[in-house]
């Protein structure tokens, strides 16, 4: 019996969304008092790998050839289904983004196993198997069972945080039994991003909406985000005005993040926008509206004008950064 | 070519959610549904696709499986510019479930892409799309961004970490789509209201299929603390509360 840990390969390194998700499945795994092990896909050098034993990995098993640096979605689904088999796995954990989404439905169907996305907690029991995840887009909770034997989850990212637990890790060669060439899909392009950091996997984000008034006025928001290291996004109104690229637009239809940090500037917060950011972590909203519905979900506020307040704000961080 | 869109019928965004039987069931009374919006994009872009001539889409189908109250959201579709609706009569318990029952119905018919929205509005699983590809054991594509034609051939981008990829589609493939794909919804016109009227909206039974998961009870969240004001003049004192409190820098 194990708990296997699905570990997204960020071009050869490893994320703080990976150590979590290994958290989460350690912990699982001690509740079950069986072992938590990790599979990986591409290249991968063993001293990154070995980072997974600080959150209580005891194995893991590398499928090194160059061909998985390219997702796949059936093709990765037949590994971790071989891997599955392999290892005896009962439960497989997926973080909730683009991989595990790509991946974590396929895998449902071909274990039959009962899949359960986004879950914000550990299981509440493990026989019967009963979980909590977030539904109608943050507005409710809901508690899921999973009646098969074979269970799949996939963890809301910065839902759970990093839990150390020193194990050694040890790394294992997993040789696949797939043909490589049954799907009707291949890359032929890549458009790699010029600069900035990845809106999806962004542990801070700096936002911006209607409030701001204009494309022009965006500099002291940028300037903000890379002294705090932040992605930059966007409400719907600013995309769709064509301010902003559609690539920045958080909310319903937009992207869905889950940062550590949002801070909306100038957003109001319709509900289609608290649709795609209420699974942050900490929220900061400035408006110069008091009564604006963002303030109903911020963490914290600040009434005021953004071209005033962005500057003394990017001065705090970077004093806090001792700069 | 022939595409499908699978159409999921959820509460409207702005609904104030409740639960009724002992906090176990989603309480429906009063609720307005809609085209869940990220399918609303997916068929947008569909219908656009048939509608530009230099391109080989002839046909585009939706699906929903559910009872017969989500038929006023087939007929929107139909009005927005579908060929033709099916409902598959069923109320599925969870997405492989329902999964099972798109991919039976589309064995019979030969589609060439199955487009679904990468997450429903209501429980958020984001599992159908891909559930229905590993049914019919046939490509999938995540995180779809963008479609062309070239050739013949199709085209997709799609979202990856580190920038867009484009992927060379030969042969039938399931495609999970985000925004890009389209940018906004369609609104339906008159004539395309009228012309709703007269188009199929055929009901197929369903075929066995059991869940593997179930709700089991809901909840609120805990109402959010009130919100700290912080005065303009304090940003070094918000940025140690992120610090120090909020423990998120």
């Not at chain 1, 909203?285 to 979900?297: H, Q």
């Not at chain 2, 046909?59 to 017969?68: D, F, I, K, P, R």
């Not at chain 2, 050739?151 to 990829?165: M, P, Q, S, Y």
């Amino acid at each position: 019996m194990a708990v296997l840990v699905y570990i997204q390969n960020f071009g050869g390194k490893l994320k703080k969304q990976n150590f979590e998700v290994a958290s989460y499945a350690s912990k699982v795994a001690e509740s079950m008092h069986c072992p938590a092990i990790a599979v990986v896909m591409g290249t991968m050098e063993d001293s990154e790998i070995e980072r997974l034993g600080n959150y209580g990995i005891s194995k893991t098993l590398r499928i090194a050839d160059k061909v998985y640096n390219t997702l796949i979605n059936k093709l990765f689904t037949r590994v971790v289904q071989q891997v599955v088999v392999q290892e005896n796995v009962t439960i497989v954990v997926f973080p909730d983004n683009n991989e595990g989404k790509a991946i974590a439905p396929r895998l449902s169907v071909r274990l039959n196993a009962g899949f359960v996305s986004g879950v914000v907690s550990l299981p509440l029991s493990v026989e019967p198997f009963i979980i909590s995840k977030r539904v109608f887009s943050g507005k409710a909770l809901a508690q899921v069972r999973i009646n098969s034997p074979l269970k799949i989850v996939s963890l809301a990212i910065n839902s759970f945080g990093l839990h150390e637990a020193k194990t050694p890790n040890r790394i294992v060669s997993f040789e696949p039994e797939v043909s490589l060439n049954d799907d009707s899909s291949r890359v032929v392009d890549r458009k790699m991003h010029a600069e900035g950091i990845s809106l999806l996997d962004a542990d801070k984000v700096v936002s911006g909406g209607r409030g701001m008034k204009g494309p022009e006025n965006w500099k002291p928001l940028e300037e903000l985000a890379k002294v705090m290291g932040a992605a930059t996004a966007c409400s719907r109104p600013v995309s769709d005005a064509g301010w902003r690229s559609h690539e920045e637009h958080v909310g319903q239809t937009g992207k869905i993040i889950a940062p550590n940090l949002y801070i909306a500037v100038g957003i109001s917060g319709a509900t289609q926008h608290v649709a795609g950011i209420s699974r942050s972590k900490c929220i900061v909203a400035i408006n110069n509206d008091a009564d604006a519905p963002i303030f109903e979900v911020a963490d914290y506020g600040v009434i005021g004008d953004a071209a005033q307040i962005l500057p003394k704000l990017t001065e705090a961080f970077k004093a806090f950064k001792g700069e | 070519m022939k595409l499908l869109v699978c159409i999921s019928n959820v509460p409207d965004t702005t609904t104030k959610v409740k639960f009724t039987d002992n906090q176990t069931k989603f309480d429906s009374i009063g609720v307005q549904w809609i085209i869940n919006p990220w399918d609303e994009l997916a068929l947008t872009r569909a219908v656009d696709l048939k509608e530009e001539s230099n391109n080989p889409v002839s046909e585009v189908l939706v699906v929903n499986v559910g009872s017969a109250e989500t038929e006023p959201t087939l007929r929107k579709c139909l009005a927005i510019g579908a060929d033709k609706a099916i409902r598959i009569d069923s109320d599925t318990k969870d997405a492989f479930q329902t999964a099972k029952q798109i991919a039976a119905m589309a064995q019979k018919e030969a589609f060439d892409f199955i487009i679904c929205g990468i997450e429903s509005g209501d429980y958020n699983s984001s599992s159908v799309g891909g559930m229905v590809a590993e049914f019919l054991d046939t490509a999938s594509i995540s995180s779809v961004s963008d479609i062309r034609f070239e050739g013949g051939k199709a085209i997709v981008e799609r979202d990856a970490d580190a920038g867009k990829e484009y992927l060379q589609v030969d042969g039938t493939a399931v495609l999970i789509v985000q925004k890009g794909f389209a940018q906004e919804p369609k609104i339906p016109n008159m004539r395309g209201i009228m012309m709703a009227r007269q188009k199929p909206l055929e009901v197929i039974s369903a075929v066995d299929a059991n869940a593997l998961t179930e709700y089991t009870g809901f909840r609120l969240p805990e109402p959010k603390a009130k919100v700290k004001m912080v005065s303009p003049d304090q940003m070094k004192e918000l940025v140690n509360f992120l610090s120090t409190e909020a423990k998120v820098l």
